[in-house]
């Protein structure tokens, strides 16, 4: 059961998409929403700017920010959630990811994509950064997602015994199911079993074709993110990312398991 789930913010479509999923989930779970946004002053006025145009820029971008996240807190609250909100200035990736642990979170929702468009393989920078150094689950929304009641699948048990780190990719409504899964499948019998570090991957479908998810476990976690950097692997993830309604990455890992 959740108890916090920490939302980021920026003020496009694709964030407000992830709020709405956050809603729906904070309902289903009785959660609190944690809502937050990070002005990035490189993003704002770049770096050759004189100091006080900057210093009215990124003043300027965090009284947005305050008010984008004040209104959200406000749907929230109207919801009959328990909401906080939390605005700063400083590098999205890392302000999140301290956020989600100095607060407990235990799933952080976010957008794939932010304003910048900036894409590398099959998500945004700092999307792409959150996934790889998250303390907790992450949900990610794209933009013309579907969301509903924020209905969720158990992520499966990890015992002592296990791999160091475990990933597990849940789409929503894939456009064209079929020819994905088997897609998906071809891959992990072929060239995604040559992965280093893979231990074992598997691949469940719902029975309504409405979910593929697929659970793949790393002897550690830097085999999980060589993984990422694997040119077949980036294909396979950009067609789900092109395909897929809504996208869930989970990414489990501990010091206290041992490679095999």
Not at 242 to 253: I, P, R, S
């Amino acid at each position: 059961m959740l108890r916090r789930i920490l939302v980021s913010l920026d003020g496009s479509d694709c964030a407000a998409h992830a709020f709405d999923y956050a809603l729906g989930l904070a309902k289903g779970e009785g959660a609190k929403i944690d809502i937050c946004s990070v002005v990035d002053p490189v993003a704002v006025v770049g770096r050759n700017l004189p100091d006080p145009l900057k210093e009215e820029r990124v003043a300027a971008a965090k009284h947005e920010a305050e008010q984008i996240v004040g209104a959200a807190a406000a749907t929230a609250r109207t919801a009959g959630l328990t909401a906080t909100e939390h605005v700063e200035i400083g590098e999205p990736a890392t302000a999140i990811i301290a956020r989600a642990t100095r607060t407990s979170a235990d799933t952080i929702v976010m957008g794939t994509h932010g304003r910048s468009g900036f894409r590398r393989l099959f998500m945004g920078y700092v999307a792409e950064e959150v996934l790889r150094s998250s303390p907790c689950p992450v949900v990610m929304v794209r933009e013309k997602a579907t969301v509903g009641s924020g209905e969720r699948v158990a992520p499966p048990a990890i015992d002592g015994e296990g791999p160091v780190c475990m990933f597990r990719l849940l789409e929503v409504a894939p456009q064209d199911y079929d020819k994905l899964y088997r897609e998906i499948a071809a891959f992990l019998r072929g060239p995604g079993a040559d992965l280093p570090g893979l231990h074992e991957a598997r691949l469940f479908g719902s029975l309504d074709a409405s979910r593929i998810v697929i659970l793949t476990e790393f002897e550690s976690h830097r085999a999980w993110v060589h993984a990422q950097w694997d040119t077949r692997l980036g294909k396979l993830l950009e067609e789900l990312a092109v395909n897929a309604q809504t996208l869930e990455f989970n990414l489990y890992h501990s010091d206290r398991f041992l490679p095999k």
